[in-house]
Structures are given as C-alpha cells and as structure tokens.
C-alpha cells in the first residue's frame, strides 16, 4: 500500500525522509492513499483518500504519534471498507494492502486540491451541525472526477473488480 502524506502529516509522525518512491506510475484501485491533516474545532482529524476515485475516509488522529500507530491506521482504513463491501472486493486486496505500507510525500496537486475541498467541506459540516458524520463529503461532486462523486467512481471500481472477477 502506498500511503502520500503531505508534509504536515510527515512532520506530525517526525518522519524526516519518506520512503524511496518504486511506484511505476500507473496505480491499481486502493493501492495508493493520499493523506492530509485538519481540524475541527479541537479536534484532530486524518483524512485518507483513495488516488483513483477520491473516496474519502476521516478518522480521529488522537493517539497517532508514530509511524507504526500510522500505518495501523492506514490498515485500519482498509480493513473497514472490506467490513463495508467485502462482497465486492477480493481478499487480496487487503492482503497486498496489509503487507507492506510505503509512506510518501505527495505527487498530484489536482488530488491534494480535491482533498483541501473534501477538507473544507468536512468543517463546514462540523460548523453547521456539529456532526461527527463524515461520510457526506463522499456525496459531493469534484472536478477531478469530472463533476461524479467519490462515492459514484467507488462503487464503479467494485462493479468493475466483481464484473471481472466473475
């Protein structure tokens, strides 16, 4: 699994140099997860997004202090979308994800832009309704993905992984 953390994430972790960067450039469906930092009122938050479809998870980063801390909740991340649709998603998915975790800077200004957005969108939502429920920042259409949702091209790539699988 390839996790792009942005440089306040790195500098959170005190992780000075990031991984040696091996990706080829094209990348598979959860395979490569960028991350960012924010807050909502006193509280701390990671927001993991999916490369390929910007699916966006938002998690408490209470706690993460370490590296290791770090990437069990880079797996945790993943862990929670097979509870969610493991009948769509191959095992080896998680497999490969759980395996070994490379943490990098970011590379795609376009994504990190479409994170700040998701971000906001996040802070609006806990300023309106003080509610915790960050799942609507899914629900919102992006340029990036040509004005879908991450939530619309998410459920795209499961229809594509089961379709292939059989």
Same mark, same amino acid.
């Given at each position: 699994m390839?996790?792009? @953390? *942005?440089?306040? &994430?790195?500098?959170?972790? /005190?992780?000075?140099?990031?991984?040696?960067?091996? +990706?080829t450039g094209a990348v598979s469906f959860m395979a490569e997860w960028f991350v960012n930092a924010f807050s909502t009122g006193r509280k701390k938050h990671y927001i993991f997004t999916e490369s390929k479809t910007l699916y966006s998870i938002i998690l408490d980063n209470h706690g993460?202090?370490?590296?290791?801390?770090?990437?069990?909740? @880079? *797996?945790?991340? &993943?862990?929670?979308?097979? /509870?969610?649709?493991?009948?769509?998603?191959?095992? +080896?998915?998680?497999?490969?994800?759980?395996?070994?975790?490379?943490?990098?800077?970011?590379?795609?200004?376009?994504?990190?832009g479409s994170q700040n957005d998701l971000m906001h969108m996040a802070q609006a939502e806990y300023e309106y309704s003080d509610n915790y429920d960050y799942t609507k920042v899914n629900d919102n259409p992006l340029s990036f993905l040509d004005l879908a949702t991450p939530e619309e091209m998410f459920m795209d790539q499961l229809d594509d992984l089961k379709n292939k699988s059989g």
């Open positions: 390839i996790v792009r @953390a *942005t440089h306040k &994430v790195l500098e959170s972790l /005190k992780i000075k140099n990031s991984d040696k960067d091996t +990706s993460i202090r370490t590296r290791k801390d770090f990437e069990h909740l @880079a *797996t945790d991340v &993943v862990f929670a979308l097979f /509870k969610k649709h493991g009948d769509k998603l191959p095992i +080896s998915l998680f497999e490969n994800a759980g395996s070994q975790i490379f943490i990098l800077k970011t590379n795609n200004r376009r994504i990190v």
